[in-house]
T-cell receptor, first 115, second 112 residues
Framework: DTGVSQNPRHKITKRGQNVTFRCDPI?????LYWYRQTLGQGPEFLTY????????KSRLLSDRFSAERPKGSFSTLEIQRTEQGDSAMYLC?????????????FGPGTRLTVT | GENVEQHPSTLSVQEGDSAVIKCTYS??????FPWYKQELGKGPQLIID?????GEKKDQRIAVTLNKTAKHFSLHITETQPEDSAVYFC???????????FGPGTRLSVLP
C-alpha cells in the first residue's frame, strides 16, 4: 500500500515565475486536499476535490492559485507570478468517502522557496 | 469560522513520564477531531482521532478525550519515549472529515 506522494519535494523559484506541484493520492481514495503550512504553524486548508470536482476553496486561494484533478486521480497545484509570501510547505492529503471513514493521510509535502 | 487553539506550544518531559496536550475549538458543529504527529521534514502522520459521539478513545500509549460541552479535547501520551519527540497538531472538522482546521502545534521533547 503506497501512501500519498508529492513531486517535487523541493522547489526554488524566482519571484514572478510560475510553479506547478503534483500530488498522487492513495489509489482507492476519491477525496484529495491541498493545504499550506508555514514555519511554526499548523497546515491551512486551501481546497479539496471529490473525484474530479473541486468542491471547496479557501479564501487563502487567491486568483494566482489554481488546482486541477482532471481524471479524478492525481492533482496539480499551480501558482502563477509567485511572490515571496508564497514560500511555504504545500501539503496534499487524501481520504476515502463514505463507510464512516474520515481519516486524511498526508504526503511528505513540497517545500517552495521564492527568492 | 472555526478556530482551534492548542496548549502548550512547547512541552518537555522525562522519558517514561506522561504528556498532555490540550485543544479548544469554537464551532459547536465540529464533529471530528484528529491528532497528527509531524517529524522534521515530513508530512503530518495521523496518530489517533475521535468523533463527537465518543468521549474517549485509546490506542496503546495514546488516548484522546473529548468534552463537547466545554469544546475541548486532549491528547494523552503515557510512558513517553525519545521517538515521541515531534510536533503534534490537533484539528477539528465539520461534516465528518472535510477540510480540517488545525491548531498551531505543540513541540514535544522527550528527554532521555
Amino acid at each position: 500500500d503506497t501512501g500519498v506522494s508529492q513531486n517535487p519535494r523541493h522547489k526554488i523559484t524566482k519571484r514572478g515565475q510560475n510553479v506547478t506541484f503534483r500530488c498522487d493520492p492513495i489509489s482507492e481514495h476519491n477525496r484529495l486536499y491541498w493545504y499550506r503550512q508555514t514555519l511554526g504553524q499548523g497546515p491551512e486548508f486551501l481546497t479539496y476535490f471529490q473525484n474530479e470536482a473541486q468542491l471547496e476553496k479557501s479564501r487563502l486561494l487567491s486568483d494566482r492559485f489554481s488546482a486541477e484533478r482532471p481524471k479524478g486521480s492525481f492533482s496539480t497545484l499551480e501558482i502563477q507570478r509567485t511572490e515571496q509570501g508564497d514560500s511555504a510547505m504545500y501539503l496534499c492529503a487524501s481520504s476515502a468517502s463514505g463507510g464512516g471513514r474520515y481519516e486524511q493521510y498526508f504526503g511528505p509535502g513540497t517545500r517552495l522557496t521564492v527568492t | 469560522g472555526e478556530n482551534v487553539e492548542q496548549h502548550p506550544s512547547t512541552l518537555s518531559v522525562q522519558e517514561g513520564d506522561s504528556a498532555v496536550i490540550k485543544c479548544t475549538y469554537s464551532d459547536s458543529a465540529s464533529n471530528y477531531f484528529p491528532w497528527y504527529k509531524q517529524e522534521l521534514g515530513k508530512g503530518p502522520q495521523l496518530i489517533i482521532d475521535i468523533r463527537s459521539n465518543v468521549g474517549e478513545k485509546k490506542d496503546q500509549r495514546i488516548a484522546v478525550t473529548l468534552n463537547k460541552t466545554a469544546k475541548h479535547f486532549s491528547l494523552h501520551i503515557t510512558e513517553t519515549q525519545p521517538e515521541d519527540s515531534a510536533v503534534y497538531f490537533c484539528a477539528a472538522s465539520r461534516n465528518y472529515g472535510q477540510n480540517f482546521v488545525f491548531g498551531p502545534g505543540t513541540r514535544l521533547s522527550v528527554l532521555p
